[in-house]
């Protein structure tokens, strides 16, 4: 696979506390996989290792056909990332905050205008390129990171529990939305903790105490049962 994502044999231990053991993952482009698991079952330490905050001492990282350790500017620059945490500059505009990501990206000029409308009319933010980031509500800041995410033009996406704290109609639109890159050949990993996030048609991989329990189509995986029954059934204190 060379225009996805594709995970192997990953680990990483905090001092004797293992994090992570022997995590295995492909998202293919054109697929959305939701990487379902509960607070601290190691999500967000796996997206450190693929943003390259943490460094993994084992396993192989691949980047749309880039190897991580071996060239990780190509890779990173393939990428995109919407962080559980807020990085925008509050004190900037949003058309500030999307030329200033796009330059980072060796994108200026015109070139980069251009990027930045097509990702604010994409989103529904075109109204608000002149506003500072502060003045924008939850729901639009994070359409505001998710457009700042795609200026680049990746080929995968990485997002980080990216509706925490958002009202019911900003995490439909958000999840829509994703989902909608997915279809036109985007690889998304998508982490969350909600079950009503994930779609029966998702990829999906259930992540516990640092191990990989399952993965598969959602739908099959699910069977007969409410995907929210089997996944508490799965993470239940003593299971796995």
């Not at 697929?31 to 509960?38: D, E, I, K, V």
């Not at 880039?66 to 949003?94: C, E, I, K, N, Y």
């Not at 930045?116 to 075109?126: I, Q």
């Not at 994930?198 to 991989?205: F, M, P, T, Y």
């Amino acid at each position: 696979m060379t225009s996805g994502l594709s995970i192997a044999g990953v680990g990483y231990r905090y001092g004797p506390r293992e994090a992570l053991v022997d995590i295995a993952l492909e998202v293919p482009a054109g697929r959305f996989c939701a990487l379902l698991g509960p607070n601290g079952a190691g999500k967000s330490t796996l997206f450190a290792l693929l943003t390259r905050l943490f460094t993994t001492p084992s396993g192989r990282i691949v980047v749309a056909g880039h190897d991580l350790s071996q060239a990780p500017l190509a890779a990173l620059a393939r990428m995109g990332v919407v962080f559980q945490q807020p990085t925008l500059d509050a004190d900037l505009t949003v058309r500030r905050n999307l030329l200033y990501f796009a330059a980072l990206h060796g994108i200026d000029g015109r070139e980069a205008e251009k990027r930045a409308t097509e990702a604010l009319d994409r989103l529904g933010m075109a109204e608000r390129a002149g506003e500072k980031v502060r003045a924008l509500n939850g729901g639009h800041r994070r359409r505001m990171e998710l457009a700042r995410a795609l200026i680049h033009r990746p080929a995968v996406l990485l997002l980080d529990e990216p509706t925490v704290g958002l009202d019911a109609a900003s995490r439909a639109a958000i999840t829509d939305h994703v989902h909608t890159l997915a279809a036109d050949g985007m690889a998304v990993l998508w982490a969350t903790h909600l079950t009503d996030e994930v779609r029966d048609d998702d990829d999906l991989a259930i992540l516990h105490r640092g191990r990989m329990l399952a993965q598969g189509r959602a739908g099959d995986l699910r069977g007969d049962q409410p995907l929210r029954e089997m996944f508490l059934k799965m993470t239940a204190e003593g299971a796995a």
